[in-house]
C-alpha cells in the first residue's frame, strides 16, 4: 500500500547544528509527523507539520495514568550520500507489541515505517555526514482522550520527531564503568518489562542518580524477585563473555527485546560463537572474573550501538573487565554492525532499508 501524507511548509526553517558538536537528543529537525486515532474512524489524517508544541488537554489520559508508548531507530548517510534505515520493521512489530500489552491500538507496520521514510526524507538535510554521527527517530504514542477514571483510553495520537545525534557517551566506544543496583527493580516477570513505555525508564532514575554519585555512568538491573540474576544495564540488553561464551538474559517478559541484541546475537552466532539466552547469576560473573573467565562485559542498543564495560561495582566490590580495555568481540560487532549501517559493509542480512 502507498501512502501520501500531506505537508505543511515551515516559513521559519531552523539553522543545523555543528556536527562536531552534536549531543544526543537535544536538538530537533524542522518537521514532524502527526496522524490521530479514535475508536470510530481508527488511525486518520497522517501528516506532516512544523515541528512545534502540541495541544494537549489537562485531563488527557497519557497525563494521570501513563499510557503511552515510544521507540527508538536511526536514519544513516553512507559514504554516496544515500539514507538508509536499520531493521525498521522491528521497530513496527516491537510498537504493536507494546501496543497489546498498553491497550494502545495496533498500527498497521507498513504505515509505521512509511510515515519515518516519508519524514526522513523531507529532512534529508538534517542527516548528519560526520563518522559516528546519525539522525535518531523517535515515534510514540500517547492517549489524548480527557477523563479521569481509570480504563483504556479511546482517543490516541502517533507522532514522529528526529534529532540529529552524536555519540550517545562522549567518551564514545571507550569502556565505562557500571553499578550492580541489588536493592531497587525496574521491571519484573509480567510486567511492562518487555514493553517499550516510558514508565519503566522513570523507575530507573533515582538507581541512575545513585550511580552517577559513585562515578558510573549507567547501572546493571538485576531480577525484580531475587534481585540475584543480571538483566539490563541501563536501557541497553546485556552481555558477558565467559570462557569464549556469550551470555544474556532470555526474553522472559522482564527485558526489552532489542533490534541491536538480536542483530548481535545472529552475528555472532554466524561467528561460530555459542550464544547463552539463559539466567546469569551477578555471583557468577563476579567469581568468573577473578576465575580469569569472564572476558568481556558489553550493552548493547540502538543508541549506543555496543557499549564495553571496563569496570562493575557491587556491594563494595569492583571488577575490573579485560583489564578496562575494549574486547575483541565488542570491537568487533561494533565495526561489523555501524558497517551494515552505514553502508560501509555489504549487508548480506537483509537489515537496511533505503530512503
Known sequence: MSYDFPITRTHSPKQKPDPDCLDFGTVFTDYMFMMDYDEAAG????????????????????????????EG???YRTKSGALQLFRPDMNAKRTNATNERMCIPRMDEG?????????????????PEKEGTSLYIRPF????????????????????????????????????RIFVED?????????????????????????????????????LWLD????????????????FVIGGEAFTAPLAGSILPGVTRDSVIRLLRDWGVTVREERLAIEDVFRANEDGRLSEVFATGTATVISPIGNMLWKGREASVNSCEIGELSQRLYDAITGIQTGAL????????PI
Open 43 to 70: 488511525w486518520y489524517d497522517g501528516r506532516i507539520v512544523p515541528y512545534d508544541t502540541i495541544h494537549l488537554d489537562p485531563a488527557a489520559a497519557v497525563l494521570h495514568y501513563g499510557q503511552e508508548m515510544f
Open 73 to 75: 531507530l536511526k536514519a
Open 111 to 127: 504505515l509505521f515505517v512509511e510515515a519515518i521514510k516519508a519524514l526522513v526524507r523531507l529532512e534529508s538535510a538534517w542527516v
Open 141 to 176: 504514542i500517547f492517549a489524548t482522550e480527557p477523563f479521569l477514571g481509570v480504563r483504556p483510553a479511546k482517543r490516541f495520537m502517533f507522532m514522529i520527531i528526529l534529532s540529529p545525534v552524536g555519540p550517545y557517551y562522549k567518551c564514545g566506544l571507550a569502556p565505562t
Open 183 to 219: 536493592g531497587r527493580a525496574r521491571a519484573v516477570a509480567g510486567g511492562t518489562g518487555a514493553a517499550k513505555v516510558g514508565g519503566n525508564y522513570a523507575a530507573g532514575l533515582l538507581s541512575q542518580e545513585e550511580a552517577h554519585s559513585l562515578g558510573c555512568s549507567q547501572v
Open 224 to 239: 525484580g524477585a531475587e534481585r540475584k540474576y543480571a538483566e539490563e544495564i541501563g536501557t541497553s540488553n546485556a552481555f
Open 346 to 353: 555489504e549487508d548480506t542480512y537483509g537489515w537496511t532499508v
